[in-house]
């Protein structure tokens, strides 16, 4: 029997209790990500769930949190110019990246201080 791997479902990132508020502001009003319901089993564990294409990012609430400044997720974006004038015109502080020659990217931290990257392909 084989099988092959069909994707990523969803990136969990972690966060201090009570990040609910501060994680919509960041994933859905700078970053335009529609935020889910998470189903009625897993509300009491705090957090909030995001849409990233057809991929979803989980903000999980962490007990002795700390934040992830290597490890991360690189969401791909299509017009990646028009997401970094959003972040200028919020005062979002990022970091662009030349270290690829195949991709315009940069790297930014949520309000938790874990690292994201976002990249667009050259020639997309």
Same mark, same amino acid.
């Given at each position: 029997?084989? *099988?092959?791997?069909?994707? +990523? !479902?969803?990136?969990?990132?972690?966060?201090?209790?009570?990040?609910?508020? @501060?994680?919509?502001?960041?994933?859905?009003?700078?970053?335009?990500?529609?935020?889910?319901? =998470? &189903?009625?089993?897993?509300?009491? @564990?705090?957090?909030? $769930? #995001?849409?990233?294409?057809?991929?979803? +990012?989980? +903000?999980?609430?962490?007990?002795? #949190?700390? &934040?992830? =400044?290597?490890?991360? &997720?690189?969401?791909?974006?299509?017009?990646? !110019?028009?997401? +970094?004038? @959003?972040?200028?015109?919020?005062?979002?502080? *990022?970091?662009? %990246?030349?270290?690829?020659? !195949? @991709?315009?990217?940069? #790297?930014?931290? %949520? &309000? $938790?201080?874990?690292?994201?990257? #976002?990249?667009?392909?050259?020639?997309?």
């Amino acid at each position: 029997m084989s *099988y092959t791997f069909a994707g +990523i !479902d969803h990136v969990q990132l972690a966060a201090p209790k009570g990040c609910e508020a @501060r994680a919509r502001q960041f994933f859905t009003d700078l970053l335009g990500m529609p935020e889910l319901v =998470k &189903p009625e089993s897993l509300r009491s @564990r705090g957090g909030a $769930w #995001f849409v990233c294409g057809a991929q979803q +990012i989980h +903000i999980g609430v962490e007990a002795d #949190f700390a &934040p992830a =400044k290597k490890a991360h &997720p690189a969401f791909v974006v299509q017009n990646l !110019d028009a997401l +970094i004038a @959003r972040l200028e015109m919020h005062g979002a502080e *990022y970091q662009l %990246d030349e270290a690829l020659s !195949d @991709r315009k990217r940069f #790297f930014m931290e %949520d &309000p $938790w201080g874990n690292r994201l990257e #976002f990249m667009e392909m050259e020639g997309n």
